[in-house]
């Protein structure tokens, strides 16, 4: 099983022709409400790849809370150490451009309020996180995890050297590769190039890529470096080398980039493995 601890927003997106610039109005935009947040968005990829998940996480006790909540557990995500908070439940302003381009202001809300108390971590259980909710939860986190621990270490943040010590993989998107100088030491580091795919990094040394799938049907590309986290773990916990594992990871990213979702559609993982092992 994959765990999450991380964040659960509710992501509220205009799409417009373009991004406004500071002090400007673009109208026109197409108003729409759907699931996010990058714990919520990887433990229903996971869910959706490998049949079950469990999320750690808090939500508001509001109408966001309960549909975020009834959403996760429809996906297959184990919502049960998800807790209702005092408080509004996390949430996201994204503007998208007719480009897919965007711009997100997030208020983390309930997600400030994520605590491990009660919460136990099995060794056959690997545990993901990401940098949304407070790094001193994850390190405790990746203390009293005895299995496979993995960070996606977004948005990008100095990390706490006893953290990045812990990790068995960090997961980044480039960018974030470069905002985090710690990470050219680290023992290993998957970093994601958009449709130029993605590489494994020891030590600062590149030692496996994989190029991405060509997608000319772009619908959005926000959740496309959540699927992949969540793939990517789920691939190198089944076995694959390193080379077959960023392979399956690009081709679930591909197909969250296909999909208008941020919590997209996608297929068991057998299904990515089986169609990339001749590549
Ligand atoms: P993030 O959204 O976190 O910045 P990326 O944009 O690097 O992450 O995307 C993560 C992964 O999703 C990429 O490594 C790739 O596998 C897939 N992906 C993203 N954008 C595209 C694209 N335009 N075409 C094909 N695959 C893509």
């Known amino acids: 099983t994959l765990t999450v601890v991380g ?48 999320m750690v996480g808090a939500v508001g006790q509001d109408e966001a809370g309960r549909t975020l909540l009834s959403a996760m ?51 056959d259980e690997a545990l993901l996180c990401q940098l949304e909710v407070d790094q001193d939860v994850v390190l405790e986190a990746a203390r009293r995890a005895p299995g496979f621990f993995a960070l996606n270490a977004a948005p990008a943040a100095p990390i706490i050297p006893e953290l990045l010590e ?40 590149r030692v496996a890529e994989a190029p991405a799938v060509r997608v000319t049907d772009i619908a959005n590309t926000i959740g496309a470096g959540d699927a992949f986290c969540a793939a990517l773990v789920l691939a190198l916990g089944s076995g694959l080398e390193h080379s077959h594992a960023l392979a399956v990871a690009n081709a679930v990213g591909a197909d969250a980039v296909r ?17 990339t092992h001749l590549l």
Do not use: M, W
């Open 259 to 275: 999909d208008a979702s941020s919590q997209p559609a996608l297929q068991p993982l057998e299904h990515y493995i089986e169609a």
């Open 7 to 54: 964040s659960i927003n509710l992501d509220i997106t205009a799409t417009a022709s373009r991004l406004p610039s500071p002090g400007e109005t673009v109208g026109g935009a197409v108003l729409r409400q759907q699931p996010g947040g990058k714990g919520a968005n990887q433990a229903v990829a996971a869910a959706r790849l490998a049949g079950n998940a469990r």
């Open 73 to 123: 557990a429809g996906a297959g995500v184990d919502v049960q150490d998800i807790a209702q908070v005092e408080g509004a439940t996390g949430t996201a302003l994204v503007l998208v451009d007719s480009q897919g381009e965007n711009q997100i202001v997030v208020c983390p809300g309930a997600n400030g309020s994520v605590a491990l108390d009660g919460i136990t971590f099995r060794d």
């Open 166 to 205: 812990r990790c068995d993989l960090v997961i980044v998107n480039e960018t974030e590769y470069e905002l985090i100088p710690a990470l050219k030491n680290a023992p290993l580091v998957a970093v994601t190039y958009g449709a130029d795919g993605s590489a494994l990094f020891v030590d600062g040394e």
